[in-house]
């Protein structure tokens, strides 16, 4: 598929609902199997547009963006901001990063993850680590971009343990794809 053309920008107000969509529909392709069925069944589009409209008009220390495209609107979403745990020597963390499933292979994550770099450079950052579950298929999209695996660890997600792996990049900048083998 050939890339699609976006615009990455900060999220608004009115961009919630849409936010909440490609948050929900990427969890309901990605962990079937892998997470509770309970956990992807409580998601609900109600619930997730109050989160991100929460989120979006603090304006604290999580910053939102998304991918918009003129033709097709919203097709991902990414939330940024200062590392949660410090310990592991990364001041910046990409909380989150999802594209919608139609849109998967069209350049979209890449132009996320850059613009996510971009925005905690001009916060005073200078490293960046994101936290994926070790059963994700993006983490391989991860270390094509050039993260390293950083760190391991079990987060508690609805009573059951839940693995994730951490990747890293130690400036903020994207490693160029090694060619097709």
């Known amino acids: 598929m050939s890339n699609l053309a976006v615009q990455i920008r900060q999220a608004r107000q009115e961009d919630a609902a849409k936010i909440a969509q490609v948050y929900i529909d990427s969890w309901h392709d990605t962990y079937p199997g892998v997470l ?11 619930g997730q547009t109050a989160r991100w409209l929460a989120t979006i008009r603090a304006q604290g220390r999580e910053s939102v963006l998304v991918a918009d495209s ?30 919608d499933p139609s849109y998967y292979g069209r350049g979209i994550g890449r132009a996320l993850l850059q613009n996510a770099f971009l925005t905690l450079r001009k916060q005073g950052m200078t490293s960046c680590l994101i936290w994926a579950h070790a059963h994700n298929y993006a983490r391989y999209f991860y270390e094509a971009m050039g993260g390293r695996l950083v760190a391991e660890r079990s987060a508690m997600l ?3 343990k839940v693995p994730e792996c951490a990747f890293g990049w ?5 490693a160029e794809r090694s060619p097709a083998r």
């Open 36 to 46: 509770p069925t309970a956990l992807l069944c409580a998601m609900t589009s109600k």
């Open 70 to 99: 003129s033709d097709e609107g919203i097709v991902g979403m990414a939330s940024l901001g200062p590392a949660r745990d410090g310990s592991l020597g990364f001041d910046g963390e990409v909380y989150t990063l999802y594209v």
């Open 158 to 160: 609805m009573g059951e």
């Open 170 to 174: 130690k400036t903020l900048a994207l």
